[in-house]
């Protein structure tokens, strides 16, 4: 963990991805670690980020060998780390921003291409409960700040203080030292990203977080943006994203991830070639974290990051594991 938790300071401005043509795969990939396991994992099969995806993938996976719907599957499982306040950068418990408030993103996304998002939004432990109920009960995609908790309260969601007293210690220590000008520059925000495959070949995302610790009041990151923090097309695959939300949204990174393998690459393929588009454009990338975690149809996984560290958690049939995703830098 400590690996990504580290300063990284901007140093330049990301210019525009480049169209998906001209897709080198082995050429523009550097596989200089190669603990990721890359083939079949079968269906069903859940996937998500990082090391508290282990348990979420738990509670996914009971929907899913039961016959339940991806959908499903997802809102369940990442809900299991939004309720840990041990796990500070998704929902209760989590990092505020300057002002020592709480703030939380999610989005979520299913086969049919429906989904809902919600941002900026405070007192709501379960932010990807709501999203969800934007997805089913609004004619909307996103709501935001105070329209999104008016909105959830209308759902039945109760409100309630997300920040515990050790965050809040963390942020008061913080204030005596602040980094300023503001920036986006502490790589502690392990967002927890979930896809999953159900019995029926259908695929669904879930992406929630509590954001970039200490962030400036309002900052929104790419958890909740479609395209950015995840992407499903239930023809070809699904993708979602971890590390500075910035670059996601600058690149429409995990849009990019299914449409790299709409091409015809492999998750893995896919993975690494979104990673280092996002690097050639940085004046130097070894500043930079930013990781993506592809499934396909088949069931096939793919993970790629610049830096090391990274990891995914994956169940299906054959059991649990965490895995190291492979990464440009060792």
């Not at 939004?82 to 989590?94: F, H, K, L, Q, S």
């Not at 392990?190 to 400036?216: E, P, Q, R, V, W």
């Not at 939300?245 to 990174?253: D, F, N, Q, S, W």
């Amino acid at each position: 963990m400590n690996s990504r938790r580290r300063f990284l300071k901007l140093s330049g401005v990301l210019a525009s991805f480049p169209a998906l043509s001209n897709l080198g795969f082995a050429s523009t990939a550097s596989n200089n670690n190669s603990s990721a396991p890359i083939g079949k994992a079968g269906k069903p099969l859940v996937v998500s980020t990082w090391e508290h995806g282990m348990p979420a993938n738990k509670v996914a996976w009971e929907h899913l060998q039961k016959g339940g719907l991806a959908i499903d599957a997802v809102e369940a499982g990442v809900m299991v780390p939004e309720a840990d306040p041990n796990v500070m950068t998704v929902g209760y418990g989590g990092y505020p921003d300057r002002e020592g408030r709480v703030t939380l993103d999610a989005c979520i996304m299913d086969h049919k291409q429906n989904c809902g998002s919600v941002a900026f939004l405070e007192n709501i432990k379960h932010p990807i409960a709501v999203a969800r109920k934007v997805m089913d009960n609004t004619p909307h995609v996103m709501l935001v700040g105070e329209g999104a908790l008016d909105f959830a309260k209308s759902e039945g969601f109760k409100e309630e203080n997300l920040l515990t007293e050790k965050a809040k210690a963390l942020w008061q220590t913080w204030k005596k030292d602040p980094s300023w000008p503001p920036q986006i520059n502490i790589e502690n925000h392990d967002t927890i990203g979930m896809l999953a495959l159900d019995k029926k070949g259908n695929l669904s995302g879930a992406c929630t977080t509590s954001g970039a610790s200490f962030k400036m009041r309002g900052r929104v990151g790419d958890s909740p943006i479609i395209g950015a923090g995840l992407y499903v097309d239930n023809d070809i695959g699904a993708a979602t994203a971890t590390g500075m939300g910035e670059l996601m949204m600058k690149t429409v990174g995990c849009f990019s991830v299914v449409e790299i393998m709409r091409q015809g690459a492999s998750p893995q393929e896919a993975c690494e070639e979104a990673v280092s588009r996002i690097a050639a454009k940085l004046d130097d990338y070894r500043q930079y974290q930013v990781g993506f975690l592809a499934i396909n149809k088949r069931g096939e996984v793919g993970a790629y990051a610049i830096q090391s560290g990274f990891n995914y958690a994956l169940q299906n049939s054959s059991g649990s594991q965490l895995i190291d995703a492979r990464s440009k830098l060792a």
